[in-house]
């Protein structure tokens, strides 16, 4: 495998992580208005998420840290076309954290009311974002021979890409809930999976109807007609989403939320495959295309980058399931009322 290939890869991986670990809270976050009735709800909701939310949005810098250093050209010309999207996922996921940390500082129902909506709104606003901005990808945004784009926020709203946003924010939602079961107890537990079930039906729908603008609106699957063995990833796909619902209902949540990992893997890596080797695909003309290829950095800098990266990564894997394995045997009632 070349080094360009190599990178596109672990750029995937990097992102299908990020979504997998920071899908649960946005998910949580969407949800917490809808399953949350009293102050103690709230309290479980927040513990089940409180440790864990930051830590997961390293693996947001460290994907888009990898584009600028693996995919120059690709990160100059996605962070000038996509700059409103990305500004305004930067100001959600910043109010996110302002609101989860000023909630409590006033004792008063009306700040914390004030803070509950900008919560929702710094969950539901991002995960939106990603999904209508990797749906753009896929279908192919309009730059030109010099990267420049040539369209505006509203161009990015098309059909195919607010389809992915929903997408992304029904399967996130349904992974927050499933993360919740595991989390919570009691009727909060009963509303989770009540919610994780619902959603699921509505993940089936979204899934079916996304593949099938897929087919409509892109040219993704062209690669997997040419290599029949990138199904891997749908077929995985949908024997998680198949095997989620028995699981849920069995009680086993914690392989529920697991399978849901899968899900989201798959479907991350189902675009990126149909994608490959083109990152940003020029709705132009596909001459325009910037590809692994002609947007990576030289092949001494992605040697030594690999090697940087081997070093790395495994201290943060290591870290990571050492806070996950720590604060997953705290009790999510301890703390007192709020947060």
Not at 75 to 92: E, R
Not at 242 to 265: E, M
Request: net charge negative; charged share 10%.
């Amino acid at each position: 495998m070349d080094m360009e290939t190599l990178w596109f890869v672990l750029w995937g991986l990097l992102w299908a992580i990020y979504f997998i670990l920071d899908g649960f809270d946005l998910g949580l976050g969407i949800l917490r208005p809808f399953i949350a009735r009293s102050e103690e709800d709230l309290h479980v909701i927040h513990h089940a998420t409180g440790p864990f939310w930051d830590g997961n949005e390293v693996w947001l810098i460290t994907a888009g840290g990898v584009t600028f250093a693996a995919f120059p050209k690709v990160y100059a010309v996605m962070f000038s076309a996509l700059y409103a999207p990305l500004l305004l996922l930067l100001f959600a996921l910043i109010f996110r954290a302002v609101s989860m940390e000023f909630r409590d500082k006033v004792d008063s129902p009306c700040w914390r009311k004030v803070w509950d909506i900008g919560l929702f709104a710094g969950s539901f606003v991002p995960a939106l974002l990603l999904g209508v901005a990797f749906a753009n990808l896929f279908i192919g945004i309009p730059i030109d021979n010099n990267g420049v784009y040539h369209g505006n926020l509203l161009k990015l709203l098309n059909p195919y890409g607010l389809a992915g946003g929903i997408v992304f924010v029904v399967l996130f939602m349904q992974h927050g809930a499933l993360w919740l079961a595991i989390r919570a107890d009691g009727e909060l537990r009963e509303r989770a999976v009540s919610a994780a079930s619902s959603l699921w039906m509505l993940s089936l729908a979204g899934l079916l109807v996304f593949l099938w603008l897929t087919s409509l609106y892109t040219s993704l699957y062209d690669n997997y007609m040419t290599h029949p063995q990138l199904l891997i990833f749908p077929i995985l796909a949908v024997t998680a989403l198949l095997i989620q619902r028995p699981l849920l209902a069995s009680g086993v949540y914690a392989g529920s939320w697991a399978c849901s990992a899968l899900l989201i893997f798959c479907v991350t890596f189902f675009g990126l495959a149909g994608m490959y080797p083109g990152m940003l695909i020029s709705s132009l003309n596909p001459a325009w295309t910037i590809t692994a290829f002609n947007g990576a950095s030289s092949p001494l800098t992605l040697s030594i980058m690999l090697g940087v990266a081997l070093c790395a990564l495994p201290f943060v894997f290591i870290y990571q399931i050492w806070v996950y394995k720590t604060f997953a045997d705290t009790p999510p009632h301890d703390g007192g009322a709020g947060y």
